[in-house]
């Protein structure tokens, strides 16, 4: 079980998040929903431990972690927005080392099973700078993948994909979201209704809604009505 | 340690798709050659100091090229959000670079080796001043690597960071220039000797190892991978 307790961030003066709390507490996809500015992916960032925060913590299985500690980093897949990869470098090259600096005992056994969960072995010997946008944003999920963490935190992973390559990502999030707690921020309300169990609304840096998605009868509404 | 070499190797492995490497190197060698073989012909001097004085001089403008991207090209591009929030902590990552910068700078001293071979089949050299030559030039690249990934850690920009650590190389090489010297009060003079790197080269040229020489440059090379480390904690 994840718990993220009043969690606070300030960027000079301004106040981006401001008492954030949630849990997570079984395998399933939550949602983190909100405008552009909302404080969605400084949330996320410091789930990483990319950045630190003023106030608050995070706690797994009710034990306080250290969010820059590398025990924390080893239990989270990050795909951050843009997704940003070495495209001079090939698929398996990138795996193998993203494996090899996760720790995995075996990296090209720890690699190909990734590639197979992702569908990237058609594209496994190719160079990533030539592969569409699609399969980019696959190979940044297999890179989060490595290593079996038990968080997935995804930053908007179906931005500038077309139709066919969002659908073909959202069914691998659904696929993922059967073995690991997912956390995915997206500004696209049917997206998340479409793939989340769970959303929470953010706006202002502060959660407004936290409901299952099936008890939320009109999203679009309700999110405008929080957000505005 | 397994985590540095990861990324050393991978780093290292970078130089050879990037042109940026292939053009170093190809110059480097060029210039060597000709600086070398310029002596030995004209001059019928077989002297490597030239060579190894013409080489720690294209240092100043060839290492800034290799360094730039090294932390501000993976901000730019969003990699080092990837790369830090792996189970990887800042300085793993930066000593990473700087084996492989190290190891790239051994590649571009090896280029230069032919020639000298040549010189060794074919006359007599103190393999001594060669020796020492070789390790204080090695030395001197590796504290120009750590002032260029301090710099490099310090902008989002390559340009900019390519420019500050060539300015700041060529204002140290500088410090020990006669012209300068001559112009500024006298216990300024012992501050710029001993803030010089240059300067503590001349003790290598000479074929002596001199070991204040090597610890001051060994200091540099980890006070700035320090300050680089720092640098990059703060804005995480």
Request: hydrophobic share 30%.
């Given at each position: 079980m994840l718990q993220v307790k009043n969690i606070s961030k300030k960027f000079g003066n301004k106040t981006?998040?401001?008492d954030v709390c949630f849990e997570i507490k079984s395998k399933s996809v939550t949602g983190l929903l909100g405008?552009?500015?909302?404080g969605k992916t400084t949330l996320m960032r410091i789930l990483t431990g990319y950045f630190g925060a003023e106030s608050g913590s995070v706690m797994w299985d009710k034990e306080l972690v250290n969010l820059k500690s590398l025990a924390h980093k080893k239990k989270i897949g990050y795909l951050p927005e843009n997704?940003?990869?070495?495209?001079?470098?090939?698929v398996r090259e990138y795996l193998e080392y993203t494996a090899k600096v996760k720790d995995s005992a075996d990296f090209e056994a720890e690699s190909y099973r990734v590639a197979v969960e992702c569908g990237l072995i058609d594209v496994f010997?190719?160079?990533?700078?030539?592969?569409s946008k699609g399969y980019k944003q696959r190979v940044g999920l297999g890179a989060a993948l490595i290593g079996n963490p038990l968080l997935l935190i995804l930053d908007e992973?179906?931005?500038?994909?077309d139709p066919k390559q969002i659908i073909e990502i959202r069914q691998l999030i659904k696929k993922l979201a059967k073995e690991k707690m997912v956390i995915l921020s997206t500004h696209i309300l049917p997206e998340a209704a479409a793939i989340c169990s769970r959303l929470l609304i953010i706006s202002q840096g502060k959660i407004v809604l936290d409901e299952t998605t099936s008890k939320i009868k009109n999203l679009e509404k309700k999110f405008i009505q929080l957000t505005s | 340690m397994k985590k540095i070499l990861t990324i050393a190797t991978k780093e290292f492995q970078g130089y050879f798709y990037n042109p940026i490497g292939y053009v170093f190197l190809g110059i480097m060698m060029m210039l060597a050659c000709w600086v070398f073989w310029g002596d030995v012909f004209v001059a019928g001097n077989a002297d490597i100091k030239p060579l190894l004085q013409t080489i720690g001089y294209l240092y100043s403008i060839f290492v800034p090229a290799i360094t730039m991207g090294w932390i501000a090209d993976e901000k730019r591009n969003g990699t080092w959000e990837v790369l830090t929030t792996n189970p990887v902590n800042i300085r793993m990552i930066l000593w990473g670079k700087m084996l492989a910068g190290m190891g790239f700078l051994l590649v571009s001293l090896l280029l230069s080796l032919p020639s000298l071979l040549s010189i060794l089949y074919l006359g007599k050299m103190d393999l001594g001043v060669v020796f020492s030559g070789y390790l204080g030039l090695f030395l001197l690249g590796s504290t120009y690597l750590a002032i260029g990934l301090w710099i490099s850690s310090l902008t989002k920009h390559p340009a900019v960071a390519f420019i500050g650590t060539t300015i700041f190389l060529v204002l140290n090489s500088l410090m020990s220039q006669e012209i300068i010297l001559s112009k500024i009060p006298y216990f300024m003079v012992r501050v710029f000797e001993q803030l010089?790197?240059?300067?503590?080269m001349s003790t290598f040229y000479n074929g002596e190892l001199g070991l204040n020489a090597v610890v001051y440059l060994v200091s540099v090379v980890v006070l700035f991978t320090w300050l680089a480390q720092k640098a990059n904690e703060k804005t995480i």
């Open positions: 981006v998040l401001n405008p552009n500015g909302a997704n940003p990869l070495y495209g001079y470098m090939k010997e190719n160079k990533i700078e030539t592969l992973p179906t931005t500038g994909l | 010089s790197l240059g300067d503590k």
